[in-house]
Structures are given as structure tokens and as C-alpha cells.
């Protein structure tokens, strides 16, 4: 019988940040700064229940991440921090087991707390077997910017459990506005590094010295986490933190059922396309469609289409268009869209922002959706139609 793998000290980095800050930019350049012999892992949670980040992280790369020695495995369909901890076990047992990395990414959605994840990994069951590194995350100044953003709780406690915070997104700030940044973090997280994103147009020197401070929180030993192992040590938490698996309630279209198997299995819904879902979750709307890859959509009306959606946070997505195979990662102070590699199939997620003052809008109500109509007007069957006409 075969002895079961120990593991130990495996380094682990944990990169947060609210929703849209930049995260999966910051990751790539994590992954470009990986030697070539190591094998490293990347695991991302996506609140939605499609997976978009992978696609994303794995088209960004210059060849396939086999030959990189780079696994990515996803968890979708809620946040690892809030449900329970059996999925980020599960996920984080099977990464060390079948691909053996010398270094293990952590990305959360950018909807979690990331107090609840750092309880979690500064349990004692992870004290030997991860070496928990510096606590990464990544903030928008443009977010920072908004009064909505720098007051809410949930964007000030990804400051306050940070080792490192990288700042991108500030060349519209004004050197008092920057100031005022700097404060407003110290009041929070007096002891957090801050790393400056250089502009594009910043020499290579600049670039060098960004990288290389990036990379050096990969062996920084994380002080958030440290602490919270010895608060677990002394105070041992008589359940799993007293939480309960999200609530909500789900759709799904008549393309397709809703999957609901782990994360392994999800590509038994690749059998089943076109699919879409569609979910509330508290004051957030998320939905998403898996089409099939030889689906060529049209470039410009799919741009349009999907920017007249109302009220919507995040849009991603990997697409088969007229202009080629692109990535689609849509912000509301930032829309970029790039080449991608060809894939599996075309995926597409958004994030909408559900009206907090409609309490009468339902979801069951078939009212063709326009720009100023509450997120929870939206007829998802005319979105379907729609989505397919745009097919040549």
C-alpha cells in the first residue's frame, strides 16, 4: 500500500483585493517571475459559476502552462471563505497531491472578507503543511477615488489584512489626492509595505524595481497570518467559524441546467451548450453564459450589448468574435479587451448591482430590460435571444 505524501513549508501567497482592483494583473506578473524549473500552483475562487479568471490567466501566457509547470485549479460558484472550509481544503489537498508545487497562489473573489480566508489558512491543520508568505493586495486608486469604495467596509478590510498592498490605477491622482491615499491606508494598516504600479510609460529601471519588490513578498514571511494562528492557537473556534453555506436564490435558463457538481466535474456542462445561470445574492446579481467555441459572435454588438447592461460592477470573459478569439475584462473605470488564445469554448460572466430602493421588482416579471431599469428587471430569456442573434 503506498505510503500517502506528506507535505510541508510549501510557500503559500495569498493576493486579495476588492472586486476589479487588478488581481489577476498582478498574478501574471507573479507567474512571469517563476524560474523555469519550479513547478508552481494557482488556485482561484470565482464567485460566479462559470470560471473566467483561468481562461484569462492561461491565454495571458506566452505557452501552455503545462510546459510552464504552472497548475491552475478553480473553485466556482461561491467564495471559499464564507461557505465552509471543506472547498478550500479539498481544492488545496488536491493541488499538492497531483502536481507537487514548489509554490501555491491563492486569488479569492474580489467579494470576499479576507479576514474570514486568513482564519481559515492560520488554522493549526495548515501550520506545517503551507509557509504562509506575505499577505498581497491590490488596490485601485481609481476606486479609492469614489466615495462609494473607500467608505465601505469591505473595501477598507482588504487594506487592514494586508502584508503588502500594490497600488495601480493612480496616474489621475493629484499629489494631494496621493497624500490623502497614504493616510487614509496608514489609519487603517499602519504597518502594510506600499508598492507603486509604475505607469506604462515608466523606464525599464522603474519596471525592474516594481518587480522585483513584488517578487520579494513572495519570501516574506506574512505577520497578518501570523498572528491569527496564534489567536487560533490560544482560542480555538468551537465550529467553522459559525458560518452558514451562502443563501440565495438560483435560475437557470432552459438552455441548460445548472450544474451542481464540485469544482472537478464542471466541465460535464460542456456537454450542454448553450448554458446560462443566473443568481441574487443578497445586493449583487451574477450571471453567465458557456457557448459553444465554434459560436462566432459579433465583436462590436456584443461591446455594446453588453455595456448597456444596467448597473453592472464587473463584465468578463473569453469570447469567439468576428475580430478573433478575445479576452473581455470590463471595470467601471476601466474596459480592456485583448487577443486570447483559442479555447474550449466562449465564456462570459457579469457582476450587476441589484437596486437597493426596488423592493417590488421580481425576478419572475418579463419586462425587457433597458439602461435605467433596476438589475432585477432583466428578462434573462430576451437576453439569450438576444446574445444568440449576435452568432454570424
Sequence with gaps: MKKPIIFQNIPCTLVTGFLGAGKTTVINQLLATKPTDERWALLINEFGRIGIDGALLASSQDSNLEQQKIAIREVNGGCICCTSQLPLQIAISRLLSEHHPQRLLIEPTGLAHPRELINQLGAPHWQTALKMQAVITVLSGSQWQQEKYRTQEGFQAHVRDADALVINRYDQLQDGDRHALVEWIAKLNSQVKIIWVPSEQATSDIKNTYLLALNDQLS????????????????????????????????????????????????????DQPYRYHEKQQDILLAGWRLPAHYRLNADNLHNWLLKLPNWLRIKGVVNTTEGWLQINFTPDSLTTSTASVQIDSRIEIILQLDENDNTAREDVAIKYKPELSATAIDWDTCDHELMAMVV
Design 220 to 271: 516574506n514571511s506574512s505577520q497578518i497570518i501570523s498572528k491569527q494562528r496564534k489567536i487560533n492557537i490560544a482560542h480555538p473556534p468551537k465550529s467553522v467559524m459559525g458560518l452558514q453555506p451562502r443563501s440565495g436564490s438560483i435560475s437557470t435558463s432552459p438552455l441548460s441546467e445548472l450544474s451542481t457538481e464540485s469544482d472537478e466535474d464542471q466541465s460535464n456542462i460542456d456537454t
